[in-house]
């Protein structure tokens, strides 16, 4: 799996407190070993995010990203990361 950052999520990555970033990583391990580990919750988005998908990095924080080619994973664009209300609201 390659992983690129998209300007937006790392603009949105500087904003966030240190332990958001750290358990960041964390889950971004996860996500190497296993995009689909029920820890992460990976899920499919909806209307402004069509085509896109996002992953849990705590109870309220989400990154969305794009995996490509469909359902490989071998490559993935994080497009953004904030809370559920930053991101969705």
Known sequence: MRIKKTKRFIKS???IPEYI??????????FENNPFTKQLK?????????????IN???DYRAIFKEYPNWTYEFVDFIDIGTHSQLYG
Not at 21 to 30: A, I, S
Not at 42 to 54: F, Q, V
Request: hydrophobic share 30%; net charge positive; proline share 0%.
């Open 13 to 15: 990555f500087h904003k």
């Open 42 to 54: 990976n899920h499919a988005l909806n209307w402004d995010y069509k085509g896109l998908r996002s």
């Open 57 to 59: 990095i705590t109870g």
């Open 21 to 30: 970033k750290d358990k960041f990583d964390k889950q971004v391990t996860l």
